[in-house]
């Protein structure tokens, strides 16, 4: 029973180039939660995805970054034109549905994106 | 949903019990506390929640006070391992955001 799976790991980009970071969410989880965590900091929210749906996305910056989660295949958090400042680790997190009673999410390990 | 406070660090003694607390005086009917730790560079870990009633698992209890105003997760036997920042967050059911705050940094010494 695979948790949550985040791919790649690491990845490095120069600045302007795009970064595209997958996570598969658990078996039987369709509600999927992105989070960055910069250096030395705390998570911070950044959008909330269903099956085909964005449901909340807050946190996210209004320019450069895009998230999806399509009927089939993983959650893509994309970020375009890269700058250091995107230098951080990604979370992604998946929890089961929502009207069911509640659960605590289950997060992946994260993608590093390094910037240079 | 509610804030939460906490602590921003405390210190255990390995095998001792680690009580960390959590205010959450604005914490409204429908609101579940949740707590989760993040190991250094991990990935957070979901470790209990509650909403009323206290709530023991293989990891922890929680404690909530009968006025629901704070709440303790205690750690019964705490090791090297369970360093970490922990979050204590409350938020209504169903699927909404979780927010994380700065947590409580524990160490736990040997």
């Known amino acids: 029973n695979a948790g949550v799976m985040q791919n790649p790991r690491h990845l490095v980009r120069r600045r302007g180039q795009e970064a595209r970071l997958r996570c598969s969410p658990m078996?039987?989880?369709?509600?999927v939660y992105w989070y960055r965590q910069l250096p030395e900091e705390g998570l911070k929210f950044m959008v909330y995805?269903?099956?085909?749906?964005?449901?909340?996305e807050s946190g996210m910056p209004k320019e450069r970054f895009s998230a999806e989660f399509p009927k089939e295949g993983p959650s893509i958090l994309r970020i375009q034109q890269v700058v250091r400042g995107d230098s951080a680790a990604y979370f992604c997190?998946?929890?089961?549905?929502?009207?069911?009673?509640?659960?605590?999410?289950?997060f992946g390990s994260g993608t590093r994106l390094t910037v240079v | 949903d509610a804030k939460t406070t906490q602590p921003p660090s405390m210190d255990c003694a390995e095998g001792r019990a680690a009580n960390l607390p959590c205010n959450h005086s604005?914490?409204?009917?429908?609101?579940?506390v949740y707590w989760y730790r993040q190991i250094h560079s991990q990935g957070p870990q979901y470790i209990i929640h509650?909403?009323?009633n206290n709530e023991t698992n293989e990891m922890a209890s929680l404690i909530i006070t009968e006025d629901r105003k704070s709440s303790t997760l205690i750690l019964p036997h705490a090791t090297l391992r369970d360093t970490a920042v922990y979050y204590c967050?409350?938020?209504?059911?169903?699927?909404?955001?979780?927010?994380f705050g700065a947590g409580t940094r524990l160490f736990v010494k040997a």
């Open positions: 995805l269903q099956k085909e749906n964005i449901i909340d």
């Open positions: 997190a998946s929890s089961p549905l929502a009207t069911e009673a509640n659960y605590g999410y289950t």
């Open positions: 509650g909403l009323k």
């Open positions: 078996k039987g989880h369709s509600h």
């Open positions: 604005t914490i409204s009917g429908n609101e579940y």
């Open positions: 967050i409350v938020k209504r059911s169903g699927g909404f955001k979780t927010i």
